[in-house]
């Protein structure tokens, strides 16, 4: 089975902290993904890699940056977090194009 | 107009019976589908794909209409254990990143 694992579940900060969220993925997959989920807006892409040390950008990447310097890990980093990104993050990782996208069980980040 | 859209529901059906959602996507160029389920407070987890020709999972069947860009899931004789949002996916424009529709919520009743 497929496993994605995400640094936390839970996780709480305040406005202006660096926040670090890791995502590692045990498949060897070569694309990893960062979403985030807001009631009402559905699932919505930060940023994507299909490679090491390769970003795209998604809809959604202001505020955010994204770190893959091996294969099974991509970390999310909020450079200086706000209120209005507090949200569900959920980590995904697919082999390649056309196939299935399995997620990590997210972290619900809340910024004070 | 929206990548993927969903009637967000909710659809409240009692035991047993039959449900079906619709989806409408824009690029027509899309090539993969899929019908994932999202338990409250969970991930997203793969329910199907759907492929050209339909295709059937026990109680489930997915369809796909490229002429009129659309994506169907059947539920027949429905278990309370199906309640849940269900997500429907395409593929975007890069081909790796999916687009997902916000989801459709079903609750099935006693």
């Known amino acids: 089975d497929v496993k994605v694992t995400q640094s936390s579940r839970y996780l709480v900060k305040r406005t202006g902290e660096k926040v670090f969220l890791e995502c590692v993925q045990d498949?060897?997959?070569?694309?990893m993904f960062w979403y985030r989920q807001d009631p009402g807006l559905g699932l919505r892409l930060i940023y994507f890699?299909?490679?090491?040390?390769?970003?795209e950008k998604g809809d959604i990447p202001e505020g955010y940056s994204v770190s893959r310097e091996k294969k099974e890990r991509f970390s999310l980093i909020l450079e200086s977090a706000s209120t209005n990104q507090t949200s569900m993050y959920l980590c995904a990782s697919l082999t390649g194009v056309g196939e299935t996208q399995y997620f990590g069980p997210g972290t619900r980040l809340l910024v004070l | 107009r929206k990548e993927v859209e969903q009637d967000p529901g909710p659809f409240n059906v009692p035991e047993g019976a039959t449900v079906a959602f619709n989806c409408t996507y824009s690029?027509?160029?899309?090539?993969?589908f899929f019908w994932y389920r999202q338990d409250c407070r969970k991930e997203p987890k793969l329910l199907m794909s759907v492929y050209s020709s339909g295709n059937e999972d026990g109680r489930f069947t997915a369809q796909l209409n490229r002429a009129s860009q659309y994506i169907s899931l059947l539920i027949r004789d429905s278990k309370l254990s199906d309640s849940a949002t269900y997500l429907c996916?395409?593929?975007?424009?890069?081909?790796?990143?999916?687009?997902f529709g916000k989801g459709t919520s079903l609750l099935v009743t006693p």
């Open positions: 996916v395409v593929n975007g424009p890069t081909g790796y990143a999916l687009n």
């Open positions: 690029n027509s160029a899309s090539q993969s």
């Open positions: 890699s299909y490679d090491v040390k390769m970003k």
């Open positions: 498949m060897d997959h070569e694309n």
